[in-house]
């Protein structure tokens, strides 16, 4: 199973206003208040649209949603959490 064949979730009114707003290219749904630039891990995947900002029914899942990225205390690098 590709990423445009998994179970979409229901688009929302929300979403389908933004998208019309937003004209062709992807649409972002990011959970939360956040301002740009969101944060990887609040985009909980992204919507495409078509040139008049009509869903075309694609959506890919961001994997990364819902990761944090921490700090390792001892090396200071980043991990994922």
């Known amino acids: 199973m590709d990423e445009t064949t998994v179970a979409r979730p229901e ?13 062709g290219g992807w649409l ?7 301002k740009p630039p969101v944060p990887q891990s609040f985009i909980k995947g992204a919507w495409r649209l078509d ?14 949603y819902g990761r944090r990225k921490v700090r390792c205390p001892y090396s200071g690098k980043p991990t994922s959490a």
């Open 28 to 34: 972002d749904e990011v959970v939360g208040d956040h």
């Open 11 to 23: 688009i929302s009114s929300e979403i389908r206003e933004a998208a019309r707003a937003a004209g």
């Open 51 to 64: 040139a008049n900002g009509e869903l075309t029914g694609e959506y890919v899942p961001n994997p990364d």
